[in-house]
């Protein structure tokens, strides 16, 4: 059975990181998502926020034609901000297989009281 | 005239000419509900119809970016099968060759996506058995010989039910009538002497390429209405009352001294038309009201996936996301 998600013709890296933000240290950057929109964007934006040691955490989409996200993250010092990314990244999947769970219980309990 | 609340409550006021209170308050440092306990969050079906093809179901206590998550991802990111290629060798009907094609395309098919591979950009149009699915349509119309019958001709509607499957390779093991969805679908209408002949190749796609691949034929959600009455209403605003909602929304209830009053039954099938401030006098009588965390979804397939195996695909599409983003993590800061 083959991945759920297209193959990306481009290749290379989705994720990458703007140029020129790297000077002011590991607290701050913006990253930028290629062939990503809203739908991952402001899910990611609101697990950060949920992260105590985030300052601030903002997406946009800088052209519609163009299928971009960046993302931009600012932490407390001493908490680089590539670890918030990946913390958030674990804890949309952590929140989405609990989703996935629950729907599926109540759609056997549906299906076993109709019967 | 807007009114400033800092409230926590979770709740969006419909009000004459605004609505209040919609705003997330989710800036950092906001905690008022920091990671909500996992009993809080609900998840519960309210209708399956149609062999599983229809699906109503509510997500409460969730953030509305994983609710809008959802519904974006079965509508653009939940892969179908679609026929993408035709080799039109004979057209003589009045339909243009390019119109004909187009409408081949969002014929839905009910071919599983699942057992299929993603066909490669640059591969010619005939494909594989693991990665593309063949039709051919062969439509003649002729003159009925049999001249009592109302019909004066023979196949001059051409229906879905002409397209013929070519299994190809060892896929007549594996799939078991990977038709268009319905039977009945009208492509194209000739007359006598006109002739269609075309193959039909349909491979894997997703909904952000082409809205053909939506795998539902919509997916939306609503939040939960609420109604609160402020005070009793009598008699004759009563019925008005009542008939400013939708039917079976609000009832009358008789009172103790033979009177009718207004209760609220139900709001859940309100539609929010806030027909009540038409009316001067019954305006402050109700505060029209929606919870900002509770989602009514609405799915329905095509027919190629029950809309209960959608959802779950849907958010396997992100589960998926988040590892491709987290190894590309991983090994970049391994560099």
């Known amino acids: 059975m083959s991945s ?25 950057r913006t990253y930028v998502f290629r062939k990503e929109n809203h739908t991952l964007g402001n899910c990611l934006r609101t697990m950060l926020l ?36 990946r913390k958030a990244f674990v804890d949309l999947k952590t ?21 | 005239m807007t009114e400033f609340s800092f ?81 039109i060798y004979q057209n003589t009907s009045i339909m243009q060759d390019e119109v004909l094609a187009h409408r081949m395309g969002l014929i839905p098919l009910k071919a599983d996506p699942r057992l299929f591979k993603w066909k490669e950009e640059g591969t010619e149009d005939e494909g594989t ?43 007549k093991d594996k799939l078991i009538n990977p038709g268009p969805v319905e039977d009945d679908i009208l492509i194209n209408k000739l007359r006598p002497g006109h002739e269609m002949d075309m193959k039909l190749f349909a491979v894997k796609g997703v909904g952000r390429d ?25 008699d004759e605003n009563a019925i008005r009352l009542v008939k400013c909602f939708t039917p079976g929304v609000m009832q009358l209830e008789p009172t103790e001294d033979g009177r009718k009053k207004a209760k609220v039954l139900d709001a859940r099938n309100d539609m929010c038309s806030r027909n009540v401030f038409r009316h001067e ?7 029209l009201e929606k919870r900002k965390d509770h989602f009514i979804f609405n799915v329905e397939s095509t027919g190629a996936i029950k809309s209960t195996e959608l959802v779950p695909m849907a958010i396997d599409v992100l589960l998926e996301k988040c590892e491709l983003y987290i190894n590309e993590i991983d090994s970049q800061s391994k560099e």
Not at chain 2, 148 to 171: A, C, E, M, R
Not at chain 2, 281 to 287: G, I, N, S
Request: with cysteine.
């Open chain 1, 50 to 85: 949920k992260n105590p040691q985030v300052q601030f955490a903002g997406y946009t989409i800088p052209h519609p034609s163009e299928d971009v996200m960046h993302l931009r993250i600012q932490t407390v010092e001493g908490y680089p901000a590539q670890s918030a990314l």
């Open chain 2, 210 to 234: 082409h809205a053909k691949f939506s795998p539902v034929a919509t997916a939306f959600y609503r939040l939960h209405p609420e109604i609160r009455i402020n005070r009793d209403v009598f």
């Open chain 2, 7 to 87: 409230s926590s409550k979770n709740k969006l006021t419909l009000k004459e000419f605004e609505i209040v209170n919609t705003s997330n308050y989710d800036f950092s440092g906001h905690f008022a509900d920091p990671h909500k306990q996992e009993n809080e969050l609900k998840v519960e079906i309210v209708k399956i119809e149609d062999d599983g093809m229809f699906l109503e179901f509510d997500m409460i206590g969730y953030d509305p970016s994983v609710a809008n998550a959802v519904r974006r991802l079965l509508l653009s990111d939940v892969p179908t099968m679609a026929i993408e290629k035709v080799h």
């Open chain 2, 281 to 287: 006098d019954l305006k402050d009588a109700v505060t």
């Open chain 1, 4 to 28: 759920l998600l297209p193959p990306d013709k481009d290749g290379g890296n989705r994720l990458s990181v703007l140029e020129g933000d790297t000077s002011s240290g590991e607290e701050c």
């Open chain 2, 129 to 171: 058995e693991d990665d593309t699915l063949q039709f051919s349509l062969q439509v003649r119309c002729k003159h009925n010989p049999d001249k009592s019958s109302g019909d004066p001709y023979l196949d001059n509607k051409v229906f879905t039910k002409h397209l013929k499957w070519i299994p190809k390779g060892s896929q």
């Open chain 1, 95 to 115: 929140h989405a297989s609990q989703l996935k769970t629950k729907f599926v219980t109540a759609v056997d309990n549906f299906e076993k009281e109709g019967s």
